[in-house]
C-alpha cells in the first residue's frame, strides 16, 4: 500500500548578520534534513546561510504568511528582534513558532543555543505544545478619520518624537478619561509585553496566562502617573494634545507611525492571536528568574 503522508517542513528564519545564527541554522538545517525533513527559507537569506541545494527558497514578501504555507512550524535564530520579526510571519500564516535564543533576554524564545540538537529531536518527534499569545489592534484617528491601523505582540508604544520636548496626553480606559499629563510618552502592552518596554518604563510583570491589558506611563510629569491594568477587552486609548509638538506610535519597536497634534490612538485587544510552540512546561516563575538572573539564594520553599 503506498503512503499517502504529506512531507513535513519547517521554516527557517535567521538573523543573518550574526555568526551564531549562521552556524545555528546550518547545525538546524542539518539536523532536520537527515530526519527527512524539509526546510524552508527566504531567498534573499539563502545565501547568508550556506545552505544545501535541498533546502527550499522562497521570494520574499514582507510578513506574507503564504510563504508559510503547508508549513507545521516557524523556527526561528536570533534576539529579541528577530523573534518578534519572525512573529509578524507567525501571526500572518498562523503556524507556530519556536524561538531560540541567541541575544541578551529571549522572553519569546522557548530553546537557547546550547538546546539545538535536543530541539531538532523535539521537532522530529512534535514533541511541542502550542499556546496562543494575546496581540494588540491599534488604530490612529483624527477628526473622524482612521489614519493607521496596526498590531502588536509586546505593546504600542506613543512616544514624543523630539528629545528636548514634552509630549502632551490625555489617556482614556474604556471611554472614560483617566488622566492627562506631559511626559515621554504611553506604553499599552499584553502580558508578554510586560517583561520588554513596559517594564522598562516601571510596569509590573504580568504571567502571560492572565489576560489583561497594559497602561504604563513613561516619565510622567504629573502626580497620578501610575501603571494601569485592565480587563482584556477593555479599549485603551491616547489622546495627543491639540497644541503639543509631534508623536509617533511604535509597534514592537519595528513599525512606526507619526503622530501630529490632536491625534488619537486606540488600542484594544487584537483579533488574531500569536501561536508559540513550547518545548518545556517550567513555570514563568522560573524562567523569570533565569532571564533576569534573580537572587533566590537561600530560598526553602513551602514546608511539608
Known amino acids: ?70 508549513c507545521e512550524l516557524l523556527v526561528v535564530l536570533g534576539g529579541d528582534g528577530t523573534l518578534l520579526r519572525g512573529a509578524e510571519f507567525a501571526r500572518a500564516s498562523g503556524v507556530p513558532m519556536l524561538g531560540v535564543n541567541l ?33 494588540l489592534d ?11 491601523a496596526d498590531w502588536a505582540l509586546n505593546e504600542a508604544a506613543v512616544e514624543k518624537a523630539a528629545r528636548e520636548r514634552l509630549l502632551e496626553m490625555v489617556i482614556e480606559v474604556d471611554g472614560r478619561p483617566v488622566s492627562g499629563f506631559g511626559g515621554d510618552g504611553v506604553v499599552c502592552a499584553t502580558p508578554t ?38 480587563a482584556p477587552d477593555s479599549v485603551l486609548a491616547v489622546e495627543v494634545g491639540a497644541h503639543t509638538f509631534p508623536g509617533v506610535l511604535w509597534c514592537d519597536g519595528r513599525r512606526s507611525f507619526d503622530l ?3 491625534t488619537r490612538i486606540e488600542v484594544r485587544r487584537g483579533a488574531v492571536p500569536v501561536r508559540l510552540a513550547r518545548l518545556h512546561k517550567a513555570p514563568f516563575t522560573d524562567r523569570l528568574v533565569a532571564k533576569f538572573a534573580l537572587p533566590v539564594a537561600g530560598w526553602r520553599g513551602a514546608p511539608h
Not at 529571549?106 to 546550547?114: I, K, Q, T
Not at 504629573?222 to 494601569?228: I, S, T, Y
Open 1 to 70: 500500500m503506498t503512503s499517502t503522508a504529506k512531507p513535513r517542513t519547517v521554516f527557517l528564519l535567521a538573523h543573518t548578520g550574526r555568526p551564531a545564527a549562521v552556524r545555528s541554522a546550518e547545525r538546524v538545517v542539518a539536523g532536520l534534513l537527515g530526519q527527512g525533513i524539509g526546510v524552508r527559507v527566504l531567498a534573499d537569506e539563502a545565501d547568508d546561510l550556506a545552505l544545501p541545494v535541498e533546502v527550499e527558497r522562497v521570494a520574499r514578501a514582507d510578513c506574507d504568511g503564504r510563504v508559510l504555507d503547508g
Open 103 to 135: 541575544g541578551r533576554i529571549g522572553f519569546l524564545a522557548e530553546a537557547e543555543r546550547d538546546d539545538l540538537e535536543h530541539l531538532v529531536d523535539r521537532v522530529v518527534a512534535r514533541a511541542y505544545e502550542v499556546e496562543e499569545r494575546m496581540t
Open 138 to 148: 491599534v488604530s490612529v484617528h483624527a477628526d473622524g478619520d482612521l489614519l493607521h
Open 193 to 230: 509585553g510586560s517583561t520588554a518596554y513596559a517594564f522598562s518604563a516601571g510596569g509590573p510583570v504580568v504571567w502571560p496566562e492572565v489576560e489583561a491589558l497594559l497602561m504604563v506611563p513613561i516619565s510622567a510629569h504629573a502626580l497620578f502617573a501610575k501603571p494601569l491594568v485592565t
Open 260 to 262: 501630529r497634534a490632536g
